[in-house]
């Protein structure tokens, strides 16, 4: 499990509005790295609109904001077209990212088990270091504590 002080995973995984992000190419700025298990779902749009209202006030304070899911590009189009969302969605399809960030996980529905990405957020210094790790996110008030914490460090 990522624990403050280790490196963060890097990645380079396709984004919205074309081409691909890599984490490292980020060096020199915080960035909040959110995942989320799935695009349209109530709290997963929550959270997501949330992050893009704050944008700004993110950026205000020298952090990028991304979101990553499993799901496609074209589904993050479609989810960023329904809901005028302004952060950076990247598509880790097959899973990759969230293993290294300890997310893809068992989890358990209605008596079923499956594996699914688990809620969280991780806030990475400017060297590339993880400076604060949320698990088991619950959306109320996640973002103003989140933004709060990009404030404070």
């Known amino acids: ?3 403050p002080g280790s ?20 060096r020199g700025r915080k960035v909040v790295l959110y995942f989320y298990p799935r ?3 109530p709290g997963c749009t929550t959270e997501s609109v949330g992050f893009s209202a704050r944008l700004g006030d993110f950026d205000a304070a ?3 904001v991304i979101g990553i899911s499993k799901d496609n590009l074209a589904s993050h189009d479609r989810f960023v077209a329904r809901h005028d969302l ?8 097959d899973a990759t990212t969230c293993e290294d960030y300890g997310v893809w ?16 957020t991780f806030l990475i210094d400017a060297e590339g270091r993880i400076a604060r790790a949320w698990r088991k996110v619950k959306v109320p008030g996640h ?11």
């Open 1 to 3: 499990m990522l624990e």
């Open 7 to 26: 490196l963060a995973p890097d990645f380079d995984l396709p984004r919205t509005g074309g081409g691909t992000l890599r984490l490292s190419d980020l």
């Open 39 to 41: 695009d349209n779902t």
């Open 62 to 64: 020298g952090a990028t």
């Open 86 to 93: 302004t952060v950076t969605l990247v598509s880790d399809a």
């Open 105 to 120: 996980v068992e989890k358990k529905m209605y008596g079923k088990t499956f594996m699914g990405i688990e809620r969280a």
């Open 143 to 153: 973002v103003e504590a989140v933004l709060e914490a990009v404030r404070e460090s």
